[in-house]
Nanobody, 123 residues
Framework: QVQLVESGGGLVQPGGSLRLSCAAS????????MGWYRQAPGKQRELVAK???????DFADSVKGRFTISRDNAKNTVYLQMSSLKPEDTAVYYC?????????????????WGQGTQVTVSS
C-alpha cells in the first residue's frame, strides 16, 4: 500500500504565504502524477495543481500566478507554495499521488489520497 503524509496547513492572513508538503511512502514502484486538490464547505473537491513525472504542470485558473507546485522525486514528496492568499482559498487541501506499486511480482496502479490539511485565510 501507499501512504501519504501531509503537513504545512494553518491560519494565515490575506496576502500571506504557506507551503504544503506531502510525502509518499510504501511499496512504490514509480510515481506519475502528484497533485493537490481542495474542498471548501458546501463545495465539491477541485483540482488546485498537479505535476507529472515529466515536469508538466496544470493549475486551476483561480490560483495561476499565485501558487507553484514542485516535487522531489528522490523523497517522493510534492510541495505546494501558496502566495498572495485570499479568503476564498480557505479549504481543506488534499494531496493525491498516482503511479505504480509493487504487489508480489506485480506492478499495480494506485491512486492515494492524503488525510487533508486545513488552510484558513482570514484576518
Amino acid at each position: 500500500q501507499v501512504q501519504l503524509v501531509e503537513s504545512g496547513g494553518g491560519l494565515v492572513q490575506p496576502g500571506g504565504s504557506l507551503r504544503l508538503s506531502c510525502a509518499a511512502s510504501g511499496s512504490i514502484f514509480s510515481i506519475n502524477t502528484m497533485g493537490w486538490y481542495r474542498q471548501a464547505p458546501g463545495k465539491q473537491r477541485e483540482l488546485v495543481a498537479k505535476v507529472t513525472s515529466g515536469g508538466s504542470t496544470d493549475f486551476a485558473d483561480s490560483v495561476k500566478g499565485r501558487f507553484t507546485i514542485s516535487r522531489d522525486n528522490a523523497k517522493n514528496t510534492v510541495y505546494l507554495q501558496m502566495s498572495s492568499l485570499k479568503p476564498e482559498d480557505t479549504a481543506v487541501y488534499y494531496c493525491n499521488v498516482a503511479g505504480l506499486r509493487r504487489a508480489w511480482d506485480l506492478k499495480l496502479p494506485f491512486s492515494s489520497w492524503g488525510q487533508g490539511t486545513q488552510v484558513t485565510v482570514s484576518s
